[in-house]
């Protein structure tokens, strides 16, 4: 079995390395990866697994920060241009991107779910020599978006975890549900599955990242930590424009308003049982130089180490954003555009894990847990599966990172990838 394995990771690697770069030249924001649907969905098909796509796969109502009509009109244009078919279009269109599929042996056994994230970031890539997919050839085709967070690798480890389930088939037992969510970034996308019903009955869930560690390809944790529990607020200011020589008086002025909450913000006081964090993302405002600037938009995000201390942030957020607005004379409106709550993955599988992975040439060392110290909305899927009485965990994937998760410069050693596949693979037959 071992060998045979093996030989199986040694033959599906090139191709899933192909895919990885044909993904990282398209990247695709959050409810718009509607190419990456399609070119999962196809090959899925082909293993013969069972779809369920974009509608049908998400509970659309439970939908966070999705773009403007305007941005999913746009990027629905292009994928059709790119050649998704009218078909699979219809079930995507209006920003329901994503898609499940079902595996089922035929024989008794555990129902074992897993997640892949397969979205990018609105950033702009690195376009300079030291930058592998630029030197190589596969940098991004999509100006302004950019897979700077491994998405296009977690989206091929699941594709080759795909073909071993098939493969193994004979090996395995019970059935099989793989969710590829749209728009992790932000923590928008797993409420959406996780509301359709898809983790209520699962025994066993696996979900996992490359990076975020710095550290040699071979290494894993079995387990993370520190999942932050996290909120994204988008936050309107409205004013009353006017001339700012000949009547500033008549202004109200939503610029200051806002820029005053920034300040504010970052000086909220901390909470003594456990880390707390804020971030003003992004602030525009005004229209020139001698106008009473009516208009101001700030992107927000808190995080907690706790569900309970992330209210306590957005709590003291929202109050200092009211609070500003009152002090300007500007009306305020705001809107939670993303979430994620904190979560502890399952301890019991640590011993699982490590015993599958002894006898793997490359799987060199299985860390128990390492911390994750940001967010992820998996902790959404993570607690639902805990809450039915099944186990879960996210594993880390080490990789040397020669600039930092969400940079212009993000990459990864693309070693990780048959390492990552090997070490789910193995899960799988050790808990079959």
Known sequence: MVERLEHFIQTVSPHLLERRREFHQWPEVG???????????????????????????????????????????????????????????????????????????????????????????????????????????????????????????????????????VTFQEEL????????????????????????????????????HIGIHSIPVGEIAATSTNFLAT???????????????????????ALLAAAAASLHLNGITRHAEGATRINIGRLEAGSGRNIIADYARMEIETRGQTTALNEYMVEEAVRIIKASADLYGVQVESEVAGTAISADCSQVLIPVIEKACESSKSITKVHQSLPLGASEDVSFMIDRVQKNGGQATFLLFGSPLPAGHHHPRFDFDENVIPVAVETFSRILLETK
């Open 31 to 165: 409810w718009t990866e509607y190419v990456s649907t399609y070119k999962i969905g196809t090959i899925l098909e082909k293993l013969g697994f069972k779809l369920t796509v974009g509608k049908e796969a998400i509970t659309s109502k439970e939908r966070l920060g999705v773009p403007a009509e305007s941005e999913i009109e746009k990027n629905e244009q292009q994928a059709r241009q790119m050649g998704v078919p009218d078909e699979w279009m219809e079930k995507m269109e209006g920003g329901n991107t994503g898609l499940v599929a079902q595996f089922d042996t035929g024989k008794p056994g555990k129902h074992v779910a897993m997640r892949f994230d397969i979205d990018a970031l609105p950033i702009k890539e690195a376009k300079e020599a030291g930058h592998a997919p630029f030197a190589i050839g596969f940098v991004s085709k999509h100006e302004g978006s950019m897979h700077a967070c491994g998405h296009d690798g977690h989206t091929v480890i699941g594709l080759g975890v795909a073909e071993f389930i």
């Open 173 to 208: 037992s019970g059935r099989f549900t793989l969710l590829f969510q749209p728009a992790e970034e932000g923590g928008r996308g797993a409420i959406t599955m996780v509301e359709r019903g898809w983790l209520n009955d699962v025994d066993l869930f696996l979900s996992g």
């Open 231 to 253: 909120t994204k607020l988008n936050v309107i200011y409205r004013g009353k424009s006017a001339h700012a020589g000949l009547e500033p008086n008549c202004g109200r002025n």
